[in-house]
């Protein structure tokens, strides 16, 4: 009798298996009968709540979608389950007795893997898809469940947990509005829209392992927090702990978003937070690193992206207006010896200079001021021997310095929020479209260095310093300035700095509130 049960059970279950390969090519035009003629004699074998019905399974997937779609990955599961009858995941994988083939399994492991990035892995509900499938291939029904029921409910949980899966891993976990501080730090990002979620479904069709493997960061500084991660986890819990922790899952998430901006094969990053730039060259597998410094935390250095166009030699300092207002007058007022001394110049509005004595500079204490202060562009200037513009809205550049003690500093916060370089010559350098001697020979002599090459000795120091003033790119080189509490440097070591403008606890409590914290 047990083995007659035995055997009834297996006949069940191969019929149930025949008819979940089937599922994903029927169409609506079909027959409706859930057996084909050739198992009809299987028939008194089955309660009607193990009958398999693809029409029925579209309609359930269907009734569970979002009308009003919150996210493009939403959007793309509503689109797919409407339009189309295609199944991802109801195959001969479901209930295969080999491991490599069960694609749904290795969605499950993929997600319940998330902590590895510093993510809540309750965040996707594994165990509930898990009894469901459990239920499905042990054919024991449960909470009133049928067939369709736990596989439209696996199907659809499956491709809604996958969409958001790599759309969260590609772009970040945190919404847009928990990401920045205050509305002059905001670099432009990519961002998961429809057509990516779309081709994430192309992918999934195409080769579900590849399209997980793919959806993992790959950035070098990305694979290096996660083995850190697992480094700091197996310390404990302790406050140490925590510091280094919440810096590594912080910084993390930074590392998911993506710039809007392409960086191409050369590409400058500025991070604020660690008082570095690198200048990153992919073609040649080099990286220009320098210490610079930035603004202090009353006068933040704005995160943005931009393209450096030109480098100036030798420029004047066109001092703004918020300078003039709190740092020059207040000096003045102290000191009337301040505009000679800095070798600074004023003009009115019509750009005619005047004398500083003759203006009643307390009068505009902490208003508009009517004039310009421009400082000479020779040595002690400012800006230093070269400065390197790009488009923005806050009159910030990168440029050399004459004060190169600030670079011996640990705490470099303390320009008006330009960056100054500590290498502004090399970075000129790294900025040229390839090596050209006589060129950087020129760009020396305007800076009053000796030129090095044989060609080079022979220029006119007087010439080449009229002849230099600008020099356009001929390709513009992408700039980011960002803020990293977590970096690789360019000897591939991690390295942590500290928060000078104190911006990751809201990154931190943004995460706590989304329970997006492991």
Same mark, same amino acid.
């Given at each position: ?12 279950? *191969? ?7 089937? +599922? ?13 003629? #050739? +198992? ?15 029409? #029925? ?148 069709? =195409? ?41 590594? +899952?912080?910084?993390?998430?930074? =590392? ?16 604020? =937070? ?30 943005? #992206? ?59 204490? *902490? ?31 990168l440029h050399d310095t004459p004060s190169r003690w600030a670079f011996t500093l640990k705490n470099r916060a303390v320009s008006h929020g330009c960056v100054r370089l500590q290498k502004a010559l090399d970075f000129a350098f790294f900025l ?40 356009? +790119? ?45």
């Open positions: 009798m047990e083995e007659l049960c035995m055997r009834n059970r297996r006949l069940l279950w *191969g019929a149930v298996i025949l008819f979940v390969v089937c +599922l994903a090519a029927c169409k609506k035009e079909k027959p409706q009968s859930p057996i084909p003629d #050739s +198992l009809a004699s299987l028939q008194e074998l089955f309660n009607p709540a193990y009958q398999i019905d693809a029409d #029925s399974i579209r309609l359930m997937i269907r009734s569970y979608l979002n009308e009003n779609p919150i996210t493009p990955w939403d959007s793309a599961l509503l689109a797919h389950y409407r339009e189309k009858d295609e199944f991802f995941w109801l195959n001969d994988s479901l209930v295969s007795d080999k491991p490599a083939a069960q694609v749904a399994d290795s969605m499950l492991f993929w997600l319940g893997d998330i902590s590895r990035h510093g993510i809540n892995p309750n965040l996707y509900s594994v165990d509930s898809i898990r009894e469901r499938l459990q239920q499905i291939r042990s054919l024991k029904l449960q909470e009133g469940k049928t067939m369709n029921r736990l596989l439209a409910d696996v199907e659809y949980q499956l491709t809604a947990a996958y969409l958001s899966y790599v759309c969260q891993l590609k772009f970040g976990f945190l919404p847009s509005e928990h990401r920045w501080n205050d509305s002059i730090n905001r670099i432009p990002l990519k961002h998961c829209d429809v057509t990516f979620a779309n081709a994430a479904l192309d992918s999934l069709r =195409a080769n579900p392992i590849a399209a997980l493997r793919g959806a993992q960061p790959s950035s070098p500084l990305y694979r290096k927090m996660q083995e850190e991660l697992v480094r700091v986890n197996a310390w404990g819990k302790t406050d140490t702990t925590d510091y280094y922790r919440n810096r590594l +899952l912080v910084n993390m998430e930074r =590392a998911r978003w993506q710039y809007a901006l392409d960086k191409g094969q050369k590409y400058v990053i500025a991070n604020v =937070a660690a008082f570095m730039l690198q200048a990153i060259n992919e073609e040649t597998d080099s990286i220009l690193e320098m210490r610079i410094c930035v603004g202090s935390v009353k006068n933040k250095t704005p995160l943005l #992206s931009s393209r450096i166009y030109y480098m100036e030699l030798n420029p004047y300092w066109n001092v703004p207006q918020s300078i003039i207002r709190k740092e020059i007058i207040p000096t003045y007022r102290r000191d009337t010896t301040y505009f000679t001394r800095n070798r600074m110049k004023v003009y009115d509005k019509n750009g005619l200079q005047v004398n500083p004595h003759q203006v009643n500079w307390a009068k505009y204490a *902490g208003k508009g001021v009517p004039y310009t202060v421009k400082q000479d562009n020779k040595t002690g200037n400012s800006l230093g021997r070269i400065i390197f513009r790009f488009p923005n809205p806050h009159s910030v550049y040229l479209k390839e090596p050209d001697e006589l060129l950087e020979d020129r760009i020396r002599i305007a800076m009053d260095i000796k030129p090095v090459s044989e060609e080079g000795k022979k220029l006119p120091v007087s010439a080449a310093y009229r002849e230099l003033k600008h020099y356009s +790119l001929e390709k513009y080189i992408p700039l980011f300035i960002d803020y990293q509490t977590v970096y690789l440097s360019a000897d591939n070591n991690l390295r942590y700095c500290e928060d000078i403008y104190k911006y990751d606890p809201s990154l931190l409590e943004a995460m706590n509130n989304l329970n997006l914290k492991p």
